[in-house]
């Protein structure tokens, strides 16, 4: 079997009102094209070439895919003529299209519609006629947008009418038709070859392929979809908006049975590729993003955003804001810390409410509990930060590096002016502006901060 698959990107989506292009507007993290994309590969097609409008080209290189610009949009008739004209004709091979707006249709609905095209022989319908082409059909509430399926008397489909040039009668069909569509290659060039735009939008439908084969005695076998929701496309941003919800909770599902509790999906949000440990708890109002992992046993939220953050075992999350961090396992952070930058905390690190931490290295048992800044520091094991420090990382002009070593106790509200260092086992007392670097062991306080007598 040899199946390539065409997904036609290149639509102009209007009815989004945007200037970006239609099938790179995301959902759950992703652009919708790269759902499709990654069902397709799943149902184990891996040549696959996009159809895209001059716009979008620059943008699909992460999507290692073929792409074929179309540079005007005549319809998804002239898409597809113009994959093929750029694609190697196999006399015995299959086609697979799907459309770039359609993410929530999995691997299991494309493998689906290529079974009556690739075993024919078990599909009795068609056995007196060959089979040309397989598409997915769905019955769905009405009014609705999409193109209505009429069929032929319990004999496979006539053809396909879009809303617009539909009768009264047609237009009470609830059959709609996915967009979804397995081709005998041969069949396929032959129709789209006929092709004509004489119809209510003066565009080259590739659903009027159908008629054309009926015509030619072929045979065209519906494949009804349970669900219509599973395959919906999005042509507004209500609809994205709807998808939105559908994959939001599909992700939560699958993360739940892989054994991490979510207390509330409907206020969860998820991407895909996400790595999230067992027995992990993910509370109210979270959300987890860009490749973020979390180990085992821990808990995040709720009212907590982490975008891709790195977090171990059994740590405590709580009502805070991550990105772009490493946290080791047993840490606490929050309520209301805020950690960015490539922030960097070791194991048993307690962050408090009140603390910004950007660029910082902070050791194993570190402790900032209350209201402080620290930017641009490491600090060693088992130090301790009061309330209120702040390091002064930027003179005006650059930024300074801290150094904290290990088992120093900074006072209450300690300015540290950058760059500076504090040895180990240095103290600095309540209020202290430390300008000058503290030696081990040494004990400072003062506005500047002078060293104290001996005890
Ligand atoms: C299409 C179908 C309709 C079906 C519905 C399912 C046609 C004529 N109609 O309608 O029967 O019920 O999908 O979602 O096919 N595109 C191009 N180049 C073009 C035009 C479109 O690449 O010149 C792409 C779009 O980017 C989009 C896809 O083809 O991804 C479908 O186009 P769209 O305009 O959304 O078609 P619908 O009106 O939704
Ligand atoms: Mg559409």
Redesign the pocket.
Known sequence: MSVRAIV??????TRMKSARP??LHEICGRPMLWYVVASLRDAGINEIVV?A?PEMHAHLEPFNVQTVI?EE???????VQIALAALKHNTNGQILIA????PLVDAMTYKSVLDPICHPEEHPQGASRRTALALITARMPLPS???RVIRRNGDGVER?V?VRDASVNELAVDE????IYAYQENDLREAVAKLRNDNAQC?Y???DTIAHLVDSGKYVAPVTAEDHRAV??I?DRVELAIARKQMNERLCAKYMLDGVTIIDPATTYLEPELQIGRDTVIYPNTSISRLSEIGEGSTIGPNTRLSNARIGDRSVIRESVITDCTLGNDVAVGPFAHLRGGAALADDVKIGNFVEIKGSKLAKGVKASHLSYLGDAEIGEESNIGAGTITCNYDGKKKNRTTIGKNVFIGSNSSLVAPITIGDNALTGAGSVVTKDVPPGERVAGNPAKPLPKK
Do not use: W
């Open positions: 036609l990107a290149a639509g102009k989506g239609k099938v159809i409008n179309q949009q005549l319809g998804t008739g002239h898409a459309y770039g707006d359609m947008n999409f193109g396909i879009e709609m038709n996915a967009g565009e439908y590739l659903t919906l496309g042509n």
